[in-house]
């Protein structure tokens, strides 16, 4: 019994940390569908630059791995209506716990670039926090076919 609960938290584990894995969204990595294509490339200066964070999609995989550990843990704790109990508390509490712990997981750091094109246009890019930008730096947006930008020096 001990060993079937030992493989069941580990593969809840894995499976939080698989599911919780987000696409890079950085000025450095490509996905495979943009490698070898033809971009537009636009050039401008930096207006301003501001630390602000990606909140990646939540798939509750923490909150179910959460539980399941928490009611073990609690199925351990006392006996008849008293272990009941700790097992409907632990399981809440690891469910929260669990949640908590994905979106910590899926939140990354991130840049908002302000950026002056010297058409004249102003552009606002988000991207990872990958590279350093100061106000007055020259850059490239560079705007793949699917649409998305990225900023780099």
């Known amino acids: 019994?001990?060993?079937?609960?030992?493989?069941?938290?580990?593969?809840?584990?894995?499976?939080?940390?698989t599911l919780s894995c987000q696409a890079n969204q950085?000025?450095?990595?490509?996905?495979?569908?943009q490698a070898q294509q033809a971009m537009q490339v636009y050039y401008g200066t930096i207006l301003k630059v501001s630390d602000v964070q990606i909140q990646g999609q939540q798939t509750?995989?923490?909150?179910?791995g959460g539980a399941v550990v928490g009611g073990i843990v609690g199925s351990?704790?006392?006996?008849?209506?008293?272990?009941?109990?700790?097992t409907t508390g632990g399981a809440l509490a690891g469910a929260?716990?669990?949640?908590?712990?994905e979106g910590g997981m899926a939140t990354r750091p991130a840049l908002e670039l302000e950026v002056e094109?010297?058409?004249?246009?102003?552009?606002?890019?988000?991207?990872?926090?990958?590279?350093?930008?100061?106000?007055g730096d020259r850059v490239r947006l560079i705007k793949a076919q699917d649409g998305t930008l990225r900023v780099r020096q």
Request: charged share 20%; aromatic share 8%; glycine share 16%.
């Open 76 to 86: 351990t704790i006392g006996s008849g209506r008293g272990r009941r109990l700790a």
């Open 96 to 101: 929260a716990a669990g949640s908590a712990v």
């Open 117 to 135: 094109m010297d058409d004249g246009r102003i552009m606002v890019v988000v991207q990872e926090k990958d590279d350093e930008f100061a106000v």
């Open 1 to 17: 019994m001990r060993k079937t609960m030992t493989n069941l938290f580990f593969g809840l584990l894995i499976a939080l940390f």
């Open 26 to 33: 950085g000025s450095r990595t490509y996905s495979p569908g």
């Open 60 to 64: 509750g995989a923490g909150a179910v």
